[in-house]
């Protein structure tokens, strides 16, 4: 066997057999054999050192191992030393033929070198070493314990040492453990040649890229402390600047690939987007209803509060006197916390832009890294799956302005995190990481998580269904991390969700409805954002555009169920198919009807209804469950279809997935203009009517219909406060939550009147009720900008607070404050 392309393989007495040639091609050595152990030494103009190395390792496998022909082999890779090095290893060998040199006519790097020595290699396992030998050859006896512990051997034995120059560049290592390099590592002989061969990058790279490819082929790695010796810790060897920038260069070839998907999902997270970020003043999502409106009130107050040091979990900069408990609204703290200076220094609709745009990218990019690396092989067949998880239509929908429900790039790591906890390996590591990610996505939305946990769940009882005896054997290790997690969520979580629970403003659950489930037409027609999709068709089956949580589209659902018949000898693919059908069935709701007829039946959301949290959930959205479950079938079929050897067939395929996919494609979000700040805020004018303390009442009031007054507030700064709002909070003596605050007589008179009905007799009871409501408000001046039907609230109001108004640049304002008449 020789070496890869540049290297030279030597006779089996060490001796070159040719003249290096460009290439550097020779004769092949003799062939020794299986051995049981080989030793692998890269080197390069080690000269100085390379003789005392190879008489410590001889010595040591001779006493370890013995001293036959078929006990071990030391193979030492000279990498166009300039020095002595072949010469010493040569004469080495002359004495021992169980000393085999490779040589390269030039320097290729120290990837290289291990490659070409690893291929050449007949051990039943190899060791790799480095020619200064920094760690001790008596270490290997921990390697070999390692690699043959636990019911499935390891594939490697990573010695836990550390490439600095790696480590220094960020190249990254194998997931999960501290080593990132093969500088003193025991490898299963065939797997280490098999993972060898696979790799390209000739320098320090390589040692990321075989254990990344090593860990994608499901094999078991171990770590193990080793120790190192005195000489060679007391003199690290030296990195020149050329090695660093061959690093970064195989930095960027190690992570091209997934640099490049991660291009593409952003190119396609902007797409859905450009019409906002055209003209991110003037442009508002036009299907968000008040969602954008609220959503940038989030990230302003959360600026707000955190830059003046106050509680961020309360404000009552709208809903006055009461407040708002923000813990108990989709604040997404998370990240508008961290995003505070780009809000100060760009402005709330930008943060609101960039997190959409970003968080839809990042979703998808974990949803691809963990299809990649749990269920196929094929990066791109992984970035199809992640893009369809992402990026499907109720996904799109939700964008609108539901970034809770788009930033989801936490949920697959849980995941993983969850499924790294049945393999039971390090089951305290697991457990901690899984709360801390789990606390984190509490901060970025809790329903998403809910509804995820709900699939798990489905998603565990389907595999105890199938496989009862995997599922029972990673029961133990799960439920063992799920305890750890829980020990490092509570201390966490207890005052924040106390707050949210229990503190001002808490509700108990918020009203949607009789009946929020999909309509089972939604299952299989389009989106309006879809590319075959039609608004009208979509929005007479659903709540409203933002809650089109299902519309998958027939021709995707059908991929879906060919799929699952395709490859049902798959556990993955039967447990899939049978969370996604439980998934679908749970987001019909708890009444279900029968499409053209007039019979309703009882649905399977019936059963949940009244659990805590559940009954808060809009049980539609369990339908977005479907999205993860679709994607990974698509990267199931899309990694068969492409190794399909007949063309005719791959190409039928690749029809049938083209044919699913295209039809819900998704479309820009629509836009339209915003509706302008009234001057009278913009301009600062407010200043002199709303004392510090006071509220400032628009008419109408703001409410789930009509936010644009969260607007204002944001463009002033915060520096008044609002009757009314759009927001959750309490109603009633039973703290039903609801969507605004709980409506007075006044605010409900001017909201009737502005939207067409005819202002009432004003008596002296509507008189003293409006006294009331201002005075509950804390209101310190009304104000009715120019609108429709403006001349109708102004003569009712004036009539109800007994004063005519002032005219101030673009609005009516009447001064209502304490020592107004």
Known sequence: MTGTSGMSAGADSGADTGTDSGAGTAAAPAWLGAVELSVVIPAHDDEHRIGTTLDAVREHLDARLGTGPGDWELVVVDDGSADATAAVVGAAAADEPRIRLIRSGHHRGRGAALRAGVLASAGERVLLTDAGLRTSPTELDRLEQALGQGDEPAAAALGRSGNRLVRALGIPGIPGFRSDTCGFALFDGDRARAAFGASVLDGPAIDAEVLRWVRRQGWQVAEVPVRRTARQAARPPRRTAGDRRRALVELFRLNAGGLAV?????????????????????????????????????????????????????????????????????????????????????????????????????????????????????????????????????????????????????????????????????????????????????????????????????????????????????????????????????????????????????????????????????????????????????????????????????????????????????????????????????????????????????????????????????????????????????????DRIVRVRTRELRTLGLLGVAAALIPVLPLPLAVRERAPVPAFIASGSWKGYVKDGEALVPVPLPDPGQADALHWQVEADFGFRLAGGYFNGPWGPDRIGIYGATPRHLSNLLRDVRYGAQPPEITPEWREQARQDLEFWKAGAVVLPFQDRGTELRDMISELLGRQPEKVLDVWVWRVGPGQP
């Open 262 to 638: 991660a291009a593409v999902f952003l190119a396609l997270s902007a797409y859905v987007f450009h019409g906002l970020w055209a003209d991110l003043d003037g442009r508002y999502l036009n299907d968000a209803l008040q969602d954008q409106n609220q959503w940038e009130w989030f990230v302003g107050v959360a600026t707000d509060n955190i830059t003046h040091l106050r509680n961020p979990l309360f404000t009552t900069a709208q809903g006055m006197p009461d407040g708002v408990n923000l813990m108990a609204n989709a604040t997404m703290l998370g990240l508008t916390v961290p995003l505070i200076p780009v809000t100060l220094l760009f402005g709330e609709t930008v943060t609101f832009a960039l997190v959409l745009t970003l968080g839809m990218a990042a979703s998808a990019w974990t949803w691809y890294w963990l299809i990649r690396r749990r269920f196929v092989h094929s990066r791109w067949a992984a970035a199809a799956g992640g893009a369809l998880a992402a990026f499907a239509p109720p996904m799109v929908s939700h964008a609108n302005g539901h970034p809770n429900f788009v930033v989801l790039f936490m949920i697959p790591l849980i995941i993983d995190r969850a499924l790294r906890l049945c393999d039971g390996r390090n089951v305290v590591r697991d457990g901690v990481l899984l709360g801390l990610f789990a606390t984190y996505q509490i901060f970025l939305g809790e329903e998403p998580l809910l509804i995820a946990a709900l699939g798990m769940l489905v998603f565990s009882l389907a595999y105890l269904l199938v496989d009862r005896r995997r599922a029972l054997a990673a029961a133990r290790p799960l439920g063992l991390g799920m305890v750890v997690a829980a020990a490092v969520c509570v201390p966490l979580l207890i005052f924040p969700l106390y707050w949210q629970f229990f503190g001002p403003q808490s509700y108990h659950s918020v009203l949607h409805g009789d009946n929020a489930g999909n309509s089972p037409r939604a299952l299989v027609e389009y989106a309006a954002r879809s590319l075959f999709g039609d608004a009208e068709t979509a929005g007479r089956l659903s709540l409203n555009t933002t809650e089109q949580n299902a519309f998958y589209g027939w021709p995707l659902l059908a991929f879906g169920v060919a799929v699952c018949v395709w490859m049902w000898r798959r556990t993955v693919v039967r447990v899939l198919a049978i969370t996604g059908a439980a998934a679908l069935l749970l987001s019909l709701g708890p009444w279900v009807p029968v499409p053209r007829t007039e019979v309703v039946l009882p649905g399977p959301w019936r059963l949940m209804v009244k659990l805590p949290l559940f009954e808060s959930v809009i049980e539609g959205r369990v339908a977005m469950v479907c999205a993860p479950v679709l994607g990974v079938l698509l990267a199931l079929a899309l």
